[in-house]
């Protein structure tokens, strides 16, 4: 007997089976119960989340022998032609082999036949959206007011390219990507009754790479269990994916902590012999930055400890600040992309790490570990109209090693984004008399808002969302911030350069290093996110009508996808 391939052997064969997909099946099972049933579904989604399958079940649901029934019984005429691709009731059309007008003419002729064994002719075209536009205004018709006899089903990876009166005649479900959690547990459960050996950490990789999809995440494990020679571990599947082992991640780390360019050197010619790529050796390594951040944000949080030694985490952690974190996150992020338009990859990834050496040393990491509650750390730094005076009232300027500050912040910045060519996209247009008015009456809780509007990111973006409000005395904007990752002075300028141009009148910035709490900008946002996603839950939940409709179907409110809408 031939192979299965696992992606074909473990395709569903009831909506009993399907996972990640609650919300259309337990709709579709409803709907075949009360025979409720719409003429046309159209089931959109990214690959492999089950779009196909679940078309497939529906096909058999409605020409069961047994009857129209959400359990078909997979055994009769009718179930076993559809599951083996032979029924001559139910037919898949590619409609990207079969796009034009004159298909879609010979399919629509052959609507009028009744069916030979089934109920109901079931059409599924796959890929809809790649039909012509004449071949879809040639359907329009047959499928607001198909014959009784015939049902549509409708599949597409990309819903907006489908003409909006296709999709009001259909039923549209959105089929959402698998969590990696899901993905993972089907997987150990395949793996199990195929009598595989296999690493739960690596199962947890294949997760990740796969992105949502159930069959890619099942063709990476037919590839694994290949590989590994049927013992899918850590290492072999590291080494299949080309993906870069944590321990070195740990060593780059290191390397940048403590400012060892000829570590770096060293790691990137390993790199080099091994043949990874340094854009996934990048994409890796900001993925154990987001670790970092999670486990500094929420300590108590054991998080996913499939990737991660989490001790050697918390570790890490304990010796770098959320700021500092959240500025190396940022950074690699857009290097990545940097990386990719670079005309050599192993300078340029060299290069990108000595960035975030300077990164780091501007922060003046030594003194960042903790936050600046000791009166003595406080700081400030005034940028005046003429951009040339510096003040401090501590230690600041005495400092000899803050001297380089400007210098690196400004070649970070200027490498990461392009803000310097274009500071302003919206700026207020009036006389300058609202702006004033604006900041005189500005609160810890408008300047949120106001930060939000602002056109402005990098570090200046930063500065401006992880500070406080004080005050405007009509002259100057006196803001606090806690990091001194942010206090750099060409992050300062900029800053105010922005808001001068936004708000159209000449102020000066004054921002003091101080402890800053929950009253940043960032801060307040997210509180008044959280306090309106909050009230949007009561409104639905206490809607009379939402609550027959819930008791009518049996439902349940997903309250994650209450969301408001603009018109």
């Known amino acids: 007997m031939n192979y299965l391939a696992l992606a074909r052997k473990w395709r569903p064969r009831k909506f009993g089976d399907v996972i990640g997909q609650d919300h259309v099946v337990h709709t579709l099972i409803n709907s075949l119960d009360t025979r409720r049933l719409h003429h046309a ?61 004159e ?87 395949i793996l199990n009754n195929e009598l595989v050996r296999y690493d739960s950490s690596a ?40 993906l870069v082992e944590k321990d070195h991640l740990i060593k780059i780390f290191e390397a940048l902590i403590t400012h060892n360019s000829s570590e770096i050197i060293k790691l990137a010619n390993d790199i080099e012999i091994s043949g990874l790529s340094y854009e996934n050796v990048l994409s890796e390594f900001a993925l154990m930055l987001s670790h970092l951040m999670i486990i500094k944000e929420v300590p108590s949080l054991d998080g996913d400890n499939s990737f991660f030694d989490m001790a050697q985490i918390k570790e890490i952690v304990s010796q770098i600040s959320f700021d500092l974190i959240s500025l190396l996150y940022s950074v690699t992020l857009n290097s990545i992309v940097e990386l990719e338009k670079s005309p050599d990859s192993y300078h340029g990834f060299i290069v990108v790490l000595f ?5 780091i040393s501007s922060s003046n ?25 510096v003040n401090s009232t501590n230690e600041l300027n005495n400092d000899s090693s803050n001297s380089d500050i400007p210098n690196a912040e400004e070649y970070i910045y200027n490498t990461v984004t392009d803000i310097g060519k274009k500071l302003v996209s ?57 990091s001194k990752a942010l206090f750099g002075y060409s992050t300062q300028k900029r800053l105010k350069t922005i808001l001068c141009e936004y708000l159209g009148i000449v102020i000066d910035l004054v921002v003091t290093l101080d402890v800053t709490g929950d009253k940043t900008a960032h801060a307040i946002s997210h509180m008044e996110e959280e306090l309106k996603k909050s009230k949007l839950k009561a409104v639905v939940h206490n809607n009379k009508f939402i609550r027959s409709i819930i008791s ?10 209450i969301c408001s809408i603009n018109y």
């Not at 599951?83 to 990207?96: K, M, P, R, T």
Request: with cysteine; glycine share 8%; net charge negative.
């Open 355 to 359: 960035r975030l050496i300077s990164l």
């Open 203 to 242: 199962l947890a990789i294949i997760a990740r790479f796969a992105k949502g999809s159930m069959r890619d995440a099942l063709s990476l494990t037919d590839q694994a269990i290949s590989y590994s020679d049927g013992h899918i571990t850590d290492r072999s599947l590291m080494s299949m994916l080309g």
């Open 552 to 561: 009518l179907l049996d439902g349940v409110i997903m309250e994650d996808t």
């Open 365 to 389: 990491i030594n003194d960042a570990y903790g936050v600046f509650s000791n009166n003595s750390d406080k700081s400030c730094l005034s940028i005046n109209n003429n951009d040339s005076d």
């Open 103 to 189: 298909d879609m003419a010979v399919l629509l002729d052959q609507v009028t036949y009744s069916p030979v064994l089934g109920r109901y002719k079931v059409y599924l075209i796959d890929e809809v959206h790649m039909l012509t536009g004449h071949a879809f205004n040639s359907m329009l018709k047959t499928l607001e007011d198909p014959p009784d006899h015939v049902k549509f089903i409708l599949a597409t990876t990309d819903p907006q390219k489908i003409p909006i009166t296709i999709i009001s005649r259909c039923m549209h479900f959105s089929l959402r990507p698998m969590s990696t959690k899901v993905i993972a547990g089907l997987l150990e459960k």
């Open 426 to 482: 919206e700026s207020i247009k009036n006389d300058g008399a609202d702006s004033v008015k604006l900041l005189e009456t500005m609160s810890i809780h408008t300047w949120g808002d106001f930060v939000n509007k602002l056109p402005v990111s990098g570090l200046a973006g930063e500065l401006a969302r992880h500070s406080e409000w004080i005050d405007f005395d009509g002259r100057s904007i006196f803001i606090r911030v806690a």
């Open 41 to 101: 579904w159209l089931f959109s989604g990214t690959r492999g989340v089950g779009k196909t399958t679940l078309a497939r079940i529906l096909a058999k649901s409605l020409n069961c022998e047994k009857g129209i029934t959400s359990k078909p019984c997979g055994i009769c005429v009718s179930c076993m032609g559809i599951d083996e691709g032979n029924s001559v009731d139910y037919l898949e059309i590619d409609a990207a082999s079969n796009r034009g007008v």
